[in-house]
């Protein structure tokens, strides 16, 4: 060790100097404490200084860079050099005048803090460090104990860490990444901040430098999915993964992967697919529109329906919670498709034909009788019903299993909503359907028709529903009476629905084809 000086050429202290108001203010006091000749020699020059103080400094300038080991020497001349430096009393320990204090997470240079936000800062940073320290701590002895026990040595193990240390860490983790926030600008995640998830390597999503349009992900959905991705990638079906993929879908319903992923949990883990219904009953709630959530609980009815198809009780209280959810759920949109087309498939696997159903179905159309919705599942219950109906019959094609008893009441429900708003679709769309499926002539309800149009083609004519008009064209097509199809044709492009013309003399073309 270098011998301490034994004096210094010392400057007088300014009895007017002032407090720092910066922090690079004191470090320049503190310089010039340490180098008394440096601020003479830049105010007024070298010749300012007496020769023994000229000495002092130029010697002071030369010793640095052995001093920072910067110049080796031999051993012989640094015993040399460090005898001189006693001898002469040179300074060498010395504060450097170029010190940075660097920016903070806003960009602000440290320097021009004020001295008590410099110590808020600095009490800050202590902080942090002694809980990183602590973190550490709780790290090592949690990883001891792991492999401790992975290596059959459990009586040798140290003791595991509780569920109050666990608590513990999670609230220091928390504290330490708000300390991290407003230092530094870093931003650490839920789950990086959850010592469950420390054995966890995300997997983190790079675009190309030239992507076209790269996707700002928000940073929570961003660290969600690259755990996602590395539970996904080592095929680990545990609880925790199930939360995580319950965390990813809260951030985006309609992440499809991590539907299917959920499911394959549920399968490997055997939970229970009522709790799974229920929970899924939330996110439907919140995520009206979401095609994911119905393909997810399609999968569950595939999966579940096996377990309990012996339990005739189980699949029949199944078919109602199912139907009463689904009730909800129309309640908020009554045309929802995905609902409408989980409901047929609901129906078929749980073989719930029963009047309940049509009676749901026949409620919704008495509160909006313009539910092509509704209509359709009606038809759907009465001609797909595999009790009574020609199993891969078509939709529109004839079937003698049918009942006549069941024909003639849909036909009568269809004429009662038709007389009710004879400008519906839906009602004539259902009678045309229904006549399809008892085989009979679109004539045999040409009365219904006929009696809402009148005086074809002459002053006096009245037309109360386009539709009935479009009903009596076929009619007459159907009979072989071209030209008054034609006339019906004309005077729904002419006057009661020119807005599709072109389709209209479309199909007017096609009669004169059939025609020929």
């Not at 031999?74 to 450097?96: H, Y």
């Not at 949990?265 to 799974?276: G, Q, T």
């Not at 609902?339 to 049509?358: A, C, D, I, N, T």
């Not at 359907?433 to 009979?440: F, I, T």
Request: hydrophobic residues 40%.
């Amino acid at each position: 060790m270098p011998a301490k000086p034994k004096g210094t050429v010392k400057a007088s202290p300014d009895p007017k100097e002032q407090p720092p108001s910066t922090v690079a203010e004191r470090t320049q006091q503190r310089f010039h404490a340490t180098n008394p000749l440096a601020a003479r020699v830049r105010s007024a020059g070298l010749a300012a200084l007496t020769p023994a103080e000229k000495k002092t400094f130029v010697y002071s300038q030369l010793l640095q860079p052995v001093a920072q080991q910067r110049i080796p020497l031999s051993n012989k001349a640094e015993r040399e050099f460090w005898k001189t430096i006693a001898k002469e009393g040179l300074p060498i320990r010395r504060l450097r005048d170029d010190y940075a204090w660097g920016a903070d997470k806003s960009g602000r240079d440290v320097g021009t803090y004020s001295v008590a936000e410099h110590e808020a800062r600095s009490l800050k940073q202590a902080r942090l460090t002694a809980l990183r320290l602590l973190s550490q701590q709780f790290c090592t002895k949690r990883d001891l104990a792991v492999a401790a026990k992975r290596a059959g040595r459990e009586e040798k193990a140290p003791q595991e860490v509780t569920e109050e240390e666990v608590d513990a860490e999670k609230t220091r983790r928390k504290e330490m990444a708000a300390l991290r926030r407003e230092l530094y600008g870093e931003i650490a995640g839920a789950l990086a901040s959850d010592p469950e998830w420390d054995d966890v390597i995300p997997i983190l999503h790079e675009e190309p430098e030239d992507a076209v349009a790269r996707i700002a992900y928000p940073d929570d959905y961003a660290e969600a999915v690259a755990y996602l991705r590395a539970v996904m990638a080592a095929k680990e079906y545990s609880s925790r993964a199930l939360r995580l993929t319950a965390l990813v879908i809260d951030l985006n319903p309609a992440h499809y992967t991590v539907w299917l992923y959920r499911f394959q949990i549920v399968k490997a883990l055997e939970l229970p697919v009522p709790d799974e219904i229920a929970w899924l009953n939330e996110v439907a709630l919140d995520n009206l529109k979401n095609y994911q959530i119905w393909h997810h609980r399609q999968l569950l009815l595939d999966h579940y329906v096996p377990l309990i198809f012996s339990d005739d009780a189980a699949v029949k209280a199944l078919a109602r919670s199912e139907s009463a959810f689904l009730a909800t759920m129309l309640a908020e949109d009554t045309k929802n498709y995905h609902v409408w087309s989980y409901r047929q498939y609901m129906v078929r696997k749980l073989g719930h034909w029963g009047p309940q159903e049509l009676g749901a179905a026949q409620s919704l159309i008495e509160e909006d009788v313009r539910n092509n919705s509704a209509w359709s599942h009606r038809f759907f219950l009465v001609f797909q019903n595999p009790d009574a109906s020609t199993p891969g019959c078509g939709p529109a094609e004839h079937d003698p299993r049918v009942p006549e008893a069941v024909v003639a009441r849909e036909v009568a429900y269809a004429r009662e909503k038709i007389q009710i708003a004879p400008q519906n679709q839906s009602a004539w769309n259902y009678l045309r359907a229904v006549l399809a499926k008892a085989g009979r002539k679109l004539e045999s309800e040409e009365a219904l028709a006929d009696a809402l149009v009148s005086g074809l083609g002459t002053e006096a004519e009245s037309v109360r529903s386009s539709h009935a008009l479009d009903y009596l064209a076929d009619v007459y097509a159907e009979r072989g009476d071209g030209d008054k199809a034609k006339l019906c044709l004309q005077r729904l492009w002419e006057k009661w629905d020119p807005i599709r013309e072109g389709y209209w003399r479309f199909r007017a073309q096609q009669l004169a084809q059939g025609a020929e």
